[in-house]
């Protein structure tokens, strides 16, 4: 048996679990008949029910939580977190407006406890077991927020979070401007979790070494996994997807990513992709293997 840390173990995170039923079935297919390991659920968004269901025939998918405080509306009263929302009492949309917020002083940290907890328990009055957390728009990139979940999940037997810092590479199939800029905000996002990481290994939180996706989010070619794969550092690595149908119940959600949703779920049950990860040794895990 080699050590653990020599071995190359890879998490492919879904996100956005229970968002739309075709974003629950692209999972599910990404786990049955693909390289998808784990998902983060949306606690307060219509196809939750549907994917708390899914997730309890599919026991090898390890599920986490999505915190979302940036789209739709919150589970905790309106009256309880009334600085995480607006004057129609919807999340303010974005992690720069959170930001923003957070710098003037205007969001309060024990309101997004409130909420994180009312999203926790959801997922976990509804039976599930939750392996890790993680967030919508990566909020808890910001470090008050990253304090309110690692200060709260332990309560409720949660040991793992998703660390989205990306080691920034020139890549070569990135000629588009747009996966420049989205490069340039994967490290802005990388600089924020710097903050975090002390904190983090403080409280004993377990995080994958490695995280891969930010930068390559709604631009994925077989190429480019190909590449990812083959140069995978030994520990373990998370890579983040959005697999999806683009189907008219995703017309009717607040989404930028539609098409690539399809793209990624043909990509992550590629047979070309699956050999890939064989060839390379590279042992599939969720985030309760960490």
Same mark, same amino acid.
């Given at each position: 048996?080699?050590?653990?840390?020599?071995?190359?173990?890879?998490?492919?995170?879904?996100?956005?679990?229970?968002?739309?039923?075709?974003?629950?079935?692209?999972?599910?297919?990404?786990?049955?008949?693909?390289? &998808?390991?784990?998902?983060?659920?949306?606690?307060?968004?219509?196809?939750?029910?549907?994917?708390?269901?899914?997730?309890?025939?599919?026991?090898?998918? +390890?599920?986490?939580?999505?915190?979302?405080?940036?789209? +739709?509306?919150?589970?905790?009263?309106?009256?309880?977190?009334?600085?995480?929302?607006? +004057?129609? +009492?919807?999340?303010?949309?974005?992690?720069?407006?959170?930001?923003?917020?957070?710098?003037?002083?205007?969001?309060?940290?024990?309101? &997004?406890?409130?909420?994180?907890?009312?999203?926790?328990?959801?997922?976990?009055?509804?039976?599930?077991?939750?392996?890790? &957390?993680?967030?919508?728009?990566?909020?808890?990139?910001?470090?008050?927020?990253?304090?309110?979940? &690692?200060?709260?999940?332990?309560?409720?037997?949660?040991?793992?979070?998703?660390?989205?810092?990306?080691?920034?590479?020139?890549?070569?199939?990135?000629?588009?401007?747009?996966?420049?800029?989205?490069?340039?905000?994967?490290?802005?996002?990388?600089?924020?979790?710097?903050?975090?990481?002390?904190?983090?290994?403080?409280?004993?939180?377990?995080?994958?070494?490695?995280?891969?996706?930010?930068?390559?989010?709604?631009?994925?070619?077989?190429?480019?996994?190909?590449?990812?794969?083959?140069?995978?550092?030994?520990?373990?690595?998370?890579?983040?997807?959005?697999?999806?149908?683009?189907?008219?119940?995703?017309?009717?959600?607040?989404?930028?990513?539609?098409?690539?949703?399809?793209?990624?779920?043909?990509?992550?049950?590629?047979?070309?992709?699956?050999?890939?990860?064989?060839?390379?040794?590279?042992?599939?895990?969720?985030?309760?293997?960490?």
């Amino acid at each position: 048996m080699h050590n653990a840390h020599q071995t190359k173990r890879l998490i492919v995170n879904a996100d956005d679990f229970g968002l739309t039923s075709g974003v629950n079935r692209a999972i599910i297919e990404g786990h049955t008949r693909g390289a &998808v390991t784990s998902a983060t659920l949306m606690a307060n968004m219509p196809a939750f029910d549907a994917a708390v269901s899914l997730a309890k025939d599919h026991s090898s998918l +390890g599920v986490g939580l999505h915190f979302n405080i940036t789209q +739709g509306r919150p589970l905790a009263a309106a009256s309880r977190v009334s600085s995480l929302i607006d +004057g129609r +009492g919807e999340f303010w949309g974005t992690s720069t407006a959170i930001l923003r917020r957070i710098l003037a002083g205007r969001l309060k940290i024990e309101e &997004v406890v409130i909420e994180l907890r009312a999203q926790i328990e959801k997922a976990l009055n509804a039976g599930l077991r939750l392996t890790h &957390v993680d967030s919508h728009k990566h909020t808890h990139a910001l470090p008050q927020i990253c304090d309110a979940i &690692v200060s709260t999940i332990k309560e409720y037997r949660i040991n793992a979070v998703r660390a989205p810092r990306e080691r920034w590479r020139f890549d070569r199939g990135a000629e588009s401007f747009k996966i420049i800029t989205q490069s340039a905000g994967a490290f802005g996002i990388s600089q924020f979790c710097r903050v975090s990481d002390a904190r983090l290994k403080k409280s004993g939180v377990k995080t994958p070494d490695f995280f891969f996706g930010v930068a390559r989010t709604g631009f994925w070619t077989q190429p480019w996994l190909i590449d990812l794969i083959e140069r995978l550092p030994a520990g373990a690595s998370e890579l983040m997807c959005h697999p999806g149908y683009d189907d008219a119940e995703l017309d009717g959600v607040k989404t930028r990513l539609r098409a690539s949703r399809a793209n990624e779920l043909r990509l992550l049950t590629d047979p070309d992709v699956v050999a890939k990860l064989k060839e390379n040794g590279v042992k599939l895990i969720n985030f309760s293997d960490l």
